[in-house]
């Protein structure tokens, strides 16, 4: 595709921004806006919504959550509200139901539509919190002149043929935004527009820029006030005292649109091409030979949804240590000029083989020794997370064999249709590697595994919550197996690791941090936040996430695609994910991780040496 802007035409609107990487909000709107509301669709989807939160295992928990964590949310109100509004466009009902969703904060549970969240409205003022001479303030992102060289030429070429120059507001002290104190317009889109994560302190932090790992390469994300779907405005008006400035000044930034989706020509192909339910938006029956074959390997994970709005890290704010081992692909490694910390920088834990991830573990701990490291310091910033056994291996290795089983115990949710699939897959003895219902998948508490024929789910379990009272199956154990081997102790002395991060340390991520806090009093540093208010050092802790395609898969492999209780095929291109599975606090057994608050041992701010610069970051902690 081409990076041109095109004017938005009244006939086809969708022609009219066809082709362009992107466009102006105005012309994605018209667009977006151009498809009329449907009846028949939206009770095709609600129905689904539905029949996925049958399975959500924090919805006794939303009615009225449990301290810190304030946003309560009717979900099955909000569910009928939506059934009985009243909407002009498709686009207004998808954005009801995605705005609800997001308000749960859950970043395992969403209503992804494709049709609307391929496109992404972008800002060339990114903010960062920064601590200047001892004072935090917002500012706009110092780098943002390197940092917007990464991306393709259409964005910064089309400020350039509106005369806009953003340039020069590198660095600016941020006064107000909309109108409003900078650090209270960042609460307002942690609150409306971030969702993902259940602490406020932490969404607020996923407002900034700031650096990342994915894969084996460094990146930068724009942060969500300026990288944002279902973006309804064109433009945001700062207050900023631009460097060198005495004087303040208005400054109207206009947003500009990026599209991610499948290409078009009009609005016709635009709906088959991106709106359109195909071949693999819903799930199969993976029983089937035909379909097993292209099925990958099952492994449980908690990984929030990835960020489309990170690009490259500018080199010079790159690490320039050599690594301790350069073959990794989901972490790096470096020996800081001290001589004696090593920096262990996991990405995500989503490497695509789990015997690899503890062979990169291996060799990086062992490279790290052998160049004299004698402590250890963990980097989970903007950490999505990933498959959960890659999560407890790291735990486990640091361990060492001696801490026994290196998770939480967990449940999944005990209704009706989920006991009729344990049932149907115990009666069939369908095969673990197609479910995640079949009792072979997991042990009992004593890593005993469950018999093939053990129904763990009936009868369900009481929840014991502030809210309505639901239930779960009974509680039980991961199975992670690996060849590789394991220490009987642990390769560092267990006072000399700590954790950094920014608390953007999702699912897996929260699980892993959560294990080092809670089993080993790790200390774990949070850099970033609104100064004078709290945040939690983990993110989404929710543990396990289901995609629709996996709910889906697992109704039709156990043969229940036609009960009453089980919801239809989608017909639109869309994913409604779930958190399908709930662990459990080690310091108190009846409370989710995810709902036992737990801040950080310690608080720093961003400076501008630090905010982009993860070496500097490391060598200051």
């Known amino acids: 595709m081409t990076a041109a802007i095109v004017a938005p035409v009244r006939s086809d609107p969708c022609a009219a921004i066809a082709g362009a990487l992107f466009a102006t909000p105005a012309g994605a709107l018209a667009c977006l806006r151009s498809f009329p509301f449907n009846e028949t669709l939206r009770q095709n989807v609600l129905s689904t919504v539905s029949r996925v939160f049958d399975f959500y295992t924090f919805e006794y928990y939303y009615p009225n959550p449990s301290p810190p964590f304030k946003n309560m949310v009717d979900i099955r109100a909000e569910l009928a509200r939506i059934n009985s509004s009243s909407y002009a466009t498709d686009y207004d009902f998808n954005l009801d139901l995605y705005n609800f969703v997001n308000r749960l904060n859950d970043g395992h549970t969403q209503w992804s539509p494709n049709c609307y969240v391929t496109w992404e409205a972008l800002l060339p003022t990114p903010i960062v919190s920064l601590s200047v001479d001892g004072i935090e303030s917002v500012y706009i992102a110092p780098d943002v002149v390197d940092f917007l060289s990464m991306v393709p030429p259409g964005f910064t070429s089309f400020y350039e043929s509106i005369g806009f120059d953003w340039q020069r507001l590198a660095g600016a002290r941020v006064l107000q935004i909309g109108g409003m104190d900078p650090y209270d317009y960042v609460d307002w889109v942690a609150d409306t527009v971030t969702g993902n994560y259940l602490d406020h302190g932490v969404r607020v932090n996923s407002v ?174 903007n950490n999505p997370g990933g498959f959960i056994c890659q999560g407890l291996l790291l735990h486990q290795y640091l361990s060492g064999l001696s801490i026994g089983y290196p998770g939480f115990q967990s449940a999944v949710r005990g209704n009706p249709l989920a006991q009729k699939i344990v049932r149907r897959v115990i009666a069939h003895g369908i095969s673990k590697d197609v479910s995640f219902y079949v009792p072979e998948q997991w042990a009992f508490l004593n890593d005993t595994l469950f018999p093939d024929n053990f129904n763990y789910i009936d009868p369900p379990v009481p929840v014991p919550t502030n809210g309505p009272k639901g239930a779960t199956s009974q509680r039980f154990h991961d199975t992670c197996s690996f060849s590789a081997p394991i220490p009987d102790s642990p390769p560092f002395n267990m006072t000399q690791v700590a954790i950094v991060t920014n608390g953007n340390c999702a699912s897996t991520c929260a699980s892993f941090s959560t294990l080092m806090r809670e089993r080993h009093n790790t200390t774990i540093a949070v850099f970033g936040g609104r100064p004078g208010r709290s945040i939690e050092f983990k993110g989404m802790a929710g543990y396990q996430v289901l995609e629709w395609t996996d709910l889906d898969s697992e109704i039709k492999t156990a043969g229940l695609k036609n009960d009453p209780l089980a919801p239809p095929d989608l017909l639109v291109s869309a994913n409604m994910r779930h958190n399908w599975r709930t662990a459990y606090s080690y310091l108190n057994e009846d409370i989710p991780i995810a709902y036992y608050p737990e801040p950080p041992m310690l608080r720093f701010p961003y400076t501008a040496d630090t905010y982009n610069n993860p070496q500097n970051l490391w060598i200051f902690a």
């Open 208 to 381: 900034f820029t700031g650096y990342r790992l994915s894969g084996s390469s460094f990146s930068q994300k724009f942060g969500d006030l300026a990288a944002r779907v279902f973006n309804p405005v064109e433009n945001l008006t700062f207050l900023l005292l631009p460097v060198g400035a005495t004087k303040a000044e208005n400054v109207t930034v206009p947003f500009l649109d990026v599209f991610m989706g499948n290409g078009f020509s009009d609005m016709d192909s635009y709906w088959a091409n991106n709106c359109a339910a195909s071949a693999t938006t819903n799930g199969v029956d993976r029983r089937s030979t035909q379909d097993i074959q292209h099925w990958p390997k099952y492994r449980p994970k908690g990984i929030a949804r990835l960020p489309s709005d990170a690009t490259g890290l500018p080199a010079k704010f790159q690490p320039s240590l050599p690594q301790a081992n350069g073959n990794a692909s989901s972490l790096v490694s470096y020996l800081l000029p001290d001589g004696i910390t090593g920096v262990l920088f996991v990405g995500s834990f989503h490497d695509v083989d789990n015997e690899q991830f503890l062979v990169d573990v291996i060799t990086t701990i062992t490279s790290l020794k052998s160049s004299g490291a004698t402590r250890l310091l963990i980097d989970l910033t």
